[in-house]
């Protein structure tokens, strides 16, 4: 109800800008796009029974933009954005910004405040003088003199909720909320007392709005204090390590000698063919620095520093420990590595492929960053027990070209084995978390975060035979075709690695994948019954309301926008978590050079309970054609799992 609200301003809004909502024809525009944002937003910010969404129209470009990438790199922290931006690039950041930033919209009056005169005029006070006695500057110095902010990166102060204002000082106090250093607002939070936070929102939030646009900052004025994100702002924009750790990498690849720069560039490409920077690059931090965690039935391993910091990452390793370390497993010190780190299937991996990305490695810069501890549960991070596993499901292994198959598919099949290890996801398990070679594309549920990795083999879930393959291309390279898209950790997977790859490795992948056996049909899904009408009358309205604005009436979707649900594999699979996730969490597809600007789709869990949600998903399941079992409520709670992955 509240997201229907919700998304029927949007379009009234958007229907009064001329652009079309509703039954009327589908027009593309960045309003279209930021459709996921507004579903929480509004258009003015909005208070629901499970918190307060801040207004964002308005707000100066600049601000916006550094807000939305710091939701997604990790310098602020709201899973649920996070998740939708997670592979989105800047340039499409910005552009959302900016539009966000262009709307001119009334800002209903201020609520009266409710608190004590005494405690308003200290509140006036702080905002408008500040306290010498503390060195506390006044927020006027910063945000203006009528606080309406100062373009491009300082935002407006009134307007603002009084639970948003607490709730924002409160995580610069505790470090929850970063801006780029040095962080000036993470000091002024520091240096206010409880009181006097209560005070300065309090007051701030029953000042009403000035009227007109965010005044410009006039050239070189000084600020109390320096703040790192107006810098940031100033020189361009840092470039993000969030969104593509190769690029600078490969641009550094011409600064090599002759002779190197060559064997940079490929080790540069077979990096990204194996997605090295997508495990060994934390979360908005230098690339291949290594900290990220990588989840295992037994607990978290953390990818290491593979820069070539002579303490810290690989600076003193030789060619051959590194090829030992892909091949065997093993770290220089001799030290059995975990297979969180996909050795099983880079032990495939030619030598002068693992020569060429140990020079590329050596190119980047050096970054110190000690490696983390792992993060296992006993018995797991002994030794011994991982040299036992080690001794019953590892053995190097090489590639053989198979001399019946023609050129393209042992390629592919090189690729797919080894360097792009796509059996390390979709690969069935054994319950020591081993491959199990006879079922290396049978599809397996992956640790921790939820997600299903479908089989490449059973026709009813990811399997290819019957697939173009150019079709197999566009998706690998573009994340999604009219009848597949790509989300979750397969979004990165393309996001990060596939979509760099050239034609001819595509096409190899694609025509391994499609000769792969298809599995003979198996039982047909139970499918609704008659004893089902009531639940899915429930999820038919349910439907109507929150998803055919987007989808369709019938499900067919729109091409290139939104993905049909009629006669759509990831809606009728068994497991149904994929389906769970995306109907809870909504998502982006990934930006790729082919579709930088995807479409999105908004988070659902705070509009619609479990069961309404269930409901919803088991109508999908079984309209238009579509066959699937039916969900429950608990099944729904079970498997929707967290926002962030
Ligand atoms: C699930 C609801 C939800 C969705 C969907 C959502 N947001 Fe947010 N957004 C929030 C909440 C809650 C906050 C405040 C988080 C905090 O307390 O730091 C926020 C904060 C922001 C901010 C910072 C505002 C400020 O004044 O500092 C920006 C910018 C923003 N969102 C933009 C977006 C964009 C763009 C999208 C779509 C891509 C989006 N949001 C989707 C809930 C949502
Ligand atoms: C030295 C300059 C400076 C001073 C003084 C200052 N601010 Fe800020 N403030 C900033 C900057 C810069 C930002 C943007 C930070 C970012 O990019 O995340 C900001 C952001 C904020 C935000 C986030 C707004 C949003 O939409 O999320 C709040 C709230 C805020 N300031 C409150 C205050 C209050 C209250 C005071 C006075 C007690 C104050 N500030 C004093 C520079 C300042
Ligand atoms: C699925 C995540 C993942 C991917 C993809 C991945 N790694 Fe790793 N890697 C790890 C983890 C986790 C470790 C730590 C293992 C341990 O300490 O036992 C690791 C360890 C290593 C080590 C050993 C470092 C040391 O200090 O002992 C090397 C070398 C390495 N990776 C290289 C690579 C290269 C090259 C690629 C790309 C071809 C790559 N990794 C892709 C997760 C990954
Ligand atoms: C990090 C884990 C991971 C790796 C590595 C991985 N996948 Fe996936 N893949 C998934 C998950 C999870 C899904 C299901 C989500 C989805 O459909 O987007 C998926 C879905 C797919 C789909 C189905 C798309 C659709 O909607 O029909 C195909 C095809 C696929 N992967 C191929 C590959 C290939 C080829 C590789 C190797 C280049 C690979 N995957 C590597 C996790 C992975
Ligand atoms: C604002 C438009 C919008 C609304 C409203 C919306 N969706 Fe979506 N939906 C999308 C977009 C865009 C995608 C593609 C996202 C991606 O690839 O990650 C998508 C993807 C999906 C998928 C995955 C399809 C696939 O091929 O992987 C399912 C299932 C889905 N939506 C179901 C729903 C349901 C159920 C509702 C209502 C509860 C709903 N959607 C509401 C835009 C929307």
Redesign the pocket.
């Known amino acids: 109800m509240r997201l229907r609200q919700g998304v029927a301003a949007t379009i009234v809004w958007v229907s009064a800008h001329g652009v079309a909502g509703g039954a009327q024809p589908f027009e593309d525009s960045i309003a279209q796009r930021t459709l996921a944002c507004t579903a929480c937003h509004g258009a003015q910010g909005r208070a629901t029974r499970d918190g307060y969404f801040p207004r964002i129209a308005g707000k100066p470009a600049g601000y916006l933009f550094e807000q939305l990438r710091s939701f997604r790199d990790g310098r602020r922290s709201y899973p649920p954005m996070a998740g939708l931006l997670a592979n989105l690039g800047d340039d499409y950041l910005r552009e959302m910004a900016g539009h966000f930033a262009s709307l001119d919209l009334p800002y209903p009056a201020p609520r009266a405040a409710r608190l004590s005169p005494s405690m308003l005029a200290r509140g006036r006070t702080l905002a408008l003088e500040g306290d010498a006695t503390r060195e506390l500057p006044a927020c006027a110095e910063c945000h203006g003199r009528a606080l309406s902010g100062a373009a491009p990166a300082i935002p407006g102060l009134p307007g603002l909720s009084r639970d948003y204002l607490n709730a924002q000082l409160g995580a610069w106090r505790d470090g929850l909320r970063h801006a780029g250093a040095p962080d000036c607002m993470a000091q002024v939070a520091r240096r206010l007392r409880p009181e006097d936070v209560a005070a300065v929102t309090g007051w701030l939030a029953a000042q009403p709005v000035p009227d007109g646009p965010v005044p410009v900052a006039p050239p070189g004025r000084r600020l109390p204090m320096r703040c790192g994100s107006l810098a940031v702002h100033a020189s361009g924009g840092a470039s993000s390590a969030g969104a593509s750790p190769g690029g600078a990498a490969a641009s550094r690849a011409a600064a090599a000698p002759q002779a190197d720069a060559a064997q940079v560039a490929r080790g540069a490409y077979l990096a990204r063919?194996g997605?090295c920077a997508?495990c060994h690059t934390a979360r908005g931090a230098a690339a291949y620095a290594g900290g990220r965690g990588v989840a295992t039935p037994f607990g978290i391993v953390y990818a290491s520093n593979l820069t070539p910091d002579e303490d810290t990452g690989l600076g003193r390793w030789s060619s051959d420990d590194f090829w030992r370390a892909l091949h065997e497993g093993r770290s220089k010190d001799g030290r059995a590595l975990y297979p969180a780190f996909?050795y099983p299937q880079f032990t495939r991996i030619r030598r002068e492929d693992s020569d060429a990305i140990f020079v590329f490695l050596r190119s980047l810069p050096a970054v110190r960053e000690t490696n983390r501890r792992h993060a296992l549960r006993f018995p797991y991070d002994r030794p011994l027990v991982l040299e036992a596993w080690r001794w019953l499901f590892f053995r190097p292994a090489a590639f053989v070209a198979d001399a019946a198959r023609p050129a393209d598919w042992n390629r592919g099949a090189y690729?797919?084995n080894g360097l792009?290890?796509?059996?390390?996801?979709?690969g069935a398990r054994n319950v020591f978390g081993a491959a199990r070679e006879r079922g290396r594309f049978d599809g397996e549920q992956?640790p921790d975060d939820g997600?299903?990795?479908?089989s490449?083999h059973d026709p009813r879930?990811?399997g290819?035979a019957d697939w173009s393959v150019g079709e197999?291309v566009e998706?690998?390279r573009g994340a999604a075709t009219a009848?597949?898209?790509?989300?979750?950790?397969?979004?990165?997977?393309v996001a990060h690695?596939?979509q760099h790859l050239s034609e001819d490795d595509l096409r190899a992948?694609a025509v391994f994948?499609k000769a792969l056996p298809a599995d003979p049909p198996g039982r047909a899904p139970a499918g609704a019954t008659g004893r089902d009408a009531g639940w899915l009358a429930r999820g038919a309205r349910g439907y109507g309301e929150h998803c055919a604005q987007c989808h369709g009436e019938q499900g067919e979707g729109v091409p290139r926008a939104y993905p049909a649900l009629a006669g759509n594999?990831?809606v009728t699979m068994d497991p149904a978590v994929?389906l769970v996730r995306i109907g809870a969490h909504g998502g982006y597809a990934a930006a790729t050079t082919a579709n930088p600007r995807p479409f999105g789709m908004p988070p659902f869990t705070q509009v619609l309970d479990d069961a309404d949600l269930a409901a919803i998903l088991s109508f999908v399941r079984n309209a238009w054609g579509n066959r699937g079992s039916i969900l429950s409520g608990s099944q729904v709670s079970r498997q929707r799992g967290s926002a962030a992955r």
């Open positions: 063919a997605n997508g996909p690729l797919v792009a290890h796509c059996a390390a996801c979709h992956m997600w299903y990795a479908p490449l879930q990811a290819l197999i998706l690998l009848r597949a898209g790509v989300a979750g950790p397969m979004a990165e997977v690695g596939t992948i994948l594999r990831a994929n």
